[in-house]
């Protein structure tokens, strides 16, 4: 039982640092290509942001990967209710990434101004939706979702799609937003010169600035938020169901282990004290400590919510006592075993790729290598 209970929660904490690596690297294309049209006033100057991350956005996009492919092998049960219940709002979401290598191929296809303006707009949407989704959901996760379940383990979602853009997951939307742009920003300053770099500091100040006030507001308003706390059930290394235990509704749940271990406190103030230097940094030409900043700040903030949420992952709002945790929500003590065994090796794996793409295309991006480049974007 205490292996068992040991790799429910080691795979718990392999599932946020693939989030983690969602929003800093994933985030950071999403940011470049929401900041386009605002860094690139022209058609050249664009083409340069796109090359600063053209190199790594394909790669980048194996966290995503990663965390569907984790999640589905790690927590079943959470990937089937997820998916089956936000199958809206995951189309939207496919929807708007498909269009996302659709810009990066074939924008400079043609010369034509319209040709070139139209994929610039899809670059924006396909860097900003998704974006607002992903924050959107752990608003939505916070405040527990409406579905409940059968006898046979059987999900019913019992919300509708615009309920899952309600006023707090708006909130967690945006500031998923403005963190990417703060990436984007710090990303786009370290790649380029001049006049392009001077409008990336200045976005990266202001979405930064942004994602500080947003965070601190996010986390007065939860203390409004009906939490969850587990009152009873089987013990945690034991093989459970959702149906097994009992789950309660109470005010301010959601700080609860806050209190219990005041450690925990650590990762949202290093979530605020990152994005306050972070912003200084990068108007101070720091770009390169703004990102490693930003990555910290993506940390602070996945960590605060799943360090409130613990043991909570899905809860239910339709029936509370149907709410998924990393107890009950977990796959077999076998298959956590060989996943970690694979887990092992392909995460650092992905890490040591990821470091070497970006050690060796390092450096700036002008508009001269861009026009002598036939392959450039």
Not at 132 to 158: C, D, E, I, K, R
Not at 182 to 211: C, F, H, P, Q
Not at 242 to 254: E, I, K, M, S
């Amino acid at each position: 039982m205490e292996v068992y209970l040991g790799l429910k929660v080691v795979w718990w904490l392999i599932v946020g640092v693939v989030l983690i690596g969602v929003g800093a690297m994933v985030g950071m294309d999403m940011g470049v290509g929401t900041l386009l049209r605002y860094v690139g006033r022209s058609d050249i100057e664009r083409r340069v942001a796109l090359n600063v991350v053209g190199p790594h956005w394909e790669g980048n996009q194996v966290w995503f990967i990663l965390g569907g492919g984790g999640l589905f092998a790690a927590f079943p049960l959470i990937y089937g209710t997820a998916f089956s219940g936000f199958y809206i709002v995951m189309l939207l979401l496919l929807w708007s990434m498909i269009v996302r290598p659709l810009a990066f191929e074939y924008r400079s296809k043609l010369p034509g101004e319209g040709w070139r303006n139209g994929w610039d707009w899809m670059m924006l949407v396909s860097g900003f939706v998704p974006m607002l989704v992903f924050g959107a959901a752990f608003g939505n996760v916070l405040q527990g979702v409406p579905f409940h379940l059968s006898w046979n383990m059987t999900s019913y979602y019992t919300g509708s799609f615009v309920s899952l853009f309600n006023p707090f997951a708006i909130l967690c939307g945006v500031l998923s937003v403005t963190l990417s742009c703060y990436m984007g920003a710090a990303t786009i300053s370290n790649g380029t010169d001049g006049v392009m770099a001077e409008r990336a500091r200045k976005a990266g100040v202001l979405s930064g600035l942004a994602s500080f006030v947003l965070f601190a507001i996010g986390g007065v308003w939860m203390k409004s938020i009906t939490g969850y706390a587990l009152t009873g059930g089987p013990q945690p290394g034991a093989v459970q169901t959702p149906l097994q235990q009992t789950v309660v509704l109470q005010q301010g749940a959601w700080f609860s282990n806050f209190n219990a271990h005041p450690a925990l406190w650590i990762l949202p103030a290093a979530a605020l004290l990152a994005l306050l230097i972070g912003s200084a940094a990068i108007s101070r030409r720091r770009g390169y400590l703004a990102w490693w900043l930003g990555l910290v700040v993506w940390a602070g903030v996945i960590g605060s919510v799943g360090a409130a949420m613990f043991p909570f992952m899905m809860p239910s709002s339709a029936e509370p006592s149907h709410s998924l945790t990393i107890w009950n929500a977990s796959s077999s003590e076998l298959t956590l075993g060989w996943m970690l065994g694979f887990a092992c090796v392909f995460v650092p794996l992905i890490i040591w790729y990821t470091s070497w793409c970006f050690y060796v295309m390092r450096g700036k991006v002008t508009a001269k290598h861009v026009e002598a480049d036939e392959h450039a974007y």
